[in-house]
């Protein structure tokens, strides 16, 4: 376990937790302990990284504790080789290990992108009481619900080059893509977060990145507590990009409209993909306004 100085009140911890079936799994937190927790799920083929700058902000801090962590197949944790390692039970089991690491109940999940459907799979296996309260983040709700909810681009160029195993320029190339279209303007982004973020992509191995987003983990998610959640009065928050060319908001929208007891939708008219990084303000002040009612705080 090590610990970082962010500032002169908050130390970031990180340390590797044991799964069910013992992958290692990298995870993070900052802020008291005492506090409501947020646990924030990164996208496909990334890390906990990308949360770095919401982990630096003094508005969440104040009022929740924050939690984060690289999902298994990806960034800092253990890659299983058998695409069966990743079923939905394996990665409930994933989220869970870390709460219990850190000893926090309950949880505010916030997921982004692919990120977004892991919720599922916490519900699925710890029951549909299991989370406080869920923020998607230009997300799908579970798996098979993403060949709605991607786009073209994600579907049939992104997914398949990425995961070549036949053409390295075309493997390495798509992953520079890949990242300049999670933002609207890349070329503001500083190198050091581009390279960060770029070089968590090179992380899996080309055969065995899409295994978290596989049949092996969508063949075993049942969505029966998710909705459940839902009918129970379990909050949900959409946050959308209109400008997102990865994830079609309005499809997730449409999933969970009429199904969702507590459902608050927000869209911001611009919003690239990775929005919570461009907009920073905009997107926490959503969060900070979500959560606090959840938590009552």
């Not at 924030?40 to 984060?68: C, E, K, P, Q």
């Not at 053409?167 to 890349?186: G, M």
């Not at 049949?215 to 009918?231: C, M, V, W």
């Amino acid at each position: 376990m090590a610990s970082a100085v962010l500032n002169a009140t908050f130390a970031l911890t990180e340390r590797y937790v044991s799964s069910s079936d013992g992958t290692q799994i990298f995870a993070q937190a900052v802020g008291k302990p005492h506090l409501p927790t947020l646990v924030f799920v990164h996208g496909f083929a990334l890390s906990a990284l990308v949360w770095a700058n919401i982990f630096r902000d003094t508005n969440l801090l104040r009022y929740f504790h924050l939690v984060a962590y690289d999902l298994r197949g990806f960034g800092r944790s253990g890659k299983p080789e058998r695409a069966a390692d990743y079923s939905s039970k394996l990665s409930a089991d994933d989220f869970v290990s870390v709460t219990r690491s850190f000893n926090f109940t309950k949880p505010l999940f916030i997921g982004w992108s692919l990120g977004g459907t892991y919720a599922s799979d916490v519900l699925q296996h710890y029951g549909p009481d299991a989370l406080s309260g869920i923020i998607w983040t230009a997300a799908c709700p579970y798996l098979a619900a993403a060949p709605n909810c991607t786009t073209t681009w994600v579907k049939t160029t992104e997914l398949p080059a990425i995961s070549s195993v036949d053409n390295a320029t075309l493997a390495l190339s798509i992953r520079q893509e890949f990242l300049y279209r999670l933002f609207n303007h890349p070329e503001r982004v500083p190198t050091e977060v581009l390279w960060s973020w770029l070089g968590s992509t090179m992380l899996p191995d080309p055969a065995k990145i899409t295994f978290p987003a596989g049949p092996a983990r969508g063949s075993t998610q049942d969505t029966t507590n998710l909705f459940e959640a839902g009918k129970k009065g379990v909050p949900l928050l959409l946050i959308n990009g209109g400008a997102d060319g990865s994830i079609k908001g309005e499809e997730t929208h449409a999933i969970v409209e009429g199904k969702w007891k507590d459902l608050t939708v927000y869209t911001a008219k611009n919003g690239s993909h990775a929005f919570f990084y461009e907009e920073q303000e905009e997107y926490v002040a959503q969060v900070l306004r979500f959560g606090r009612r959840v938590f009552k705080v």
